[in-house]
T-cell receptor, first 113, second 111 residues
Framework: DTAVSQTPKYLVTQMGNDKSIKCEQN?????MYWYKQDSKKFLKIMFSYNNKELIINETVPNRFSPKSPDKAHLNLHINSLELGDSAVYFCASSPRDREETQYFGPGTRLLVL | GQNIDQPTEMTATEGAIVQINCTYQ??????LFWYQQHAGEAPTFLSYNVLDGLEEKGRFSSFLSRSKGYSYLLLKELQMKDSASYLCAVSLWGSQGNLIFGKGTKLSVKP
């Protein structure tokens, strides 16, 4: 029933590890996004992706890579985790004709120790 | 560069009216959004303005002046459940889906 879902909800890991966060939307939307919200609650876009184009925020380190096995999924893979990666990561999606109206997932709280 | 400013915190009383302002300096402005985010939860869409003027939706209204780079969110008949962060965001021409968010205004509604 959940429109945009993410797993896991919480992720605690050590520096240097590689981890993935999964996102699925059942709204039939064409575009999906990943956002990072830091400890100061500042929400910044990392990637947007549809079946034609991946747009990367140039400030995102290449340790972060989105992977989309199909239109309903956009997973986020992170290599060599660093302390500064600790944040809440939100997945979102939007319909083709209203890209601006985005529906957010519940967030994944990542803590790197 | 892109810059979006909004107050960090505001406090208001239950039943009152509160106005949250947002100013922006961007190139290629397309539209302005307001999102609500309760603590520990995901942002949820409130409103979207692309033309100048006021958009009303129940107790919430949003105003845009493109020439002034200014918007506000007006909340009427405040309820305790309105305590949340309110995020102003802009979209740019050519990348409408890529929203640029302000740092949010944390609103506390007191009895």
């Amino acid at each position: 029933d959940t429109a945009v879902s993410q797993t896991p909800k919480y992720l605690v890991t050590q520096m240097g590890n590689d981890k993935s966060i999964k996102c699925e939307q059942n709204l039939g939307h064409d575009t999906m996004y990943w956002y990072k919200q830091d400890s100061k609650k500042f929400l910044k876009i990392m990637f947007s992706y549809n079946n034609k184009e991946l747009i990367i925020n140039e400030t995102v380190p290449n340790r972060f890579s989105p992977k989309s096995p199909d239109k309903a999924h956009l997973n986020l893979h992170i290599n060599s985790l660093e302390l500064g990666d600790s944040a809440v990561y939100f997945c979102a999606s939007s319909p083709r004709d209203r890209e601006e109206t985005q529906y957010f997932g519940p967030g994944t709280r990542l803590l790197v120790l | 560069g892109q810059n979006i400013d909004q107050p960090t915190e505001m406090t208001a009383t239950e039943g009152a009216i509160v106005q949250i302002n947002c100013t922006y300096q961007t190139s290629g402005f397309n539209g302005l959004f307001w999102y609500q985010q309760h603590a520990g939860e995901a942002p949820t869409f409130l409103s979207y303005n692309v033309l100048d003027g006021l958009e009303e939706k129940g107790r919430f209204s949003s105003f845009l002046s493109r020439s002034k780079g200014y918007s506000y969110l007006l909340l009427k008949e405040l309820q305790m459940k309105d305590s949340a962060s309110y995020l102003c965001a802009v979209s740019l021409w050519g990348s409408q889906g890529n929203l640029i968010f302000g740092k949010g205004t944390k609103l506390s509604v007191k009895p």
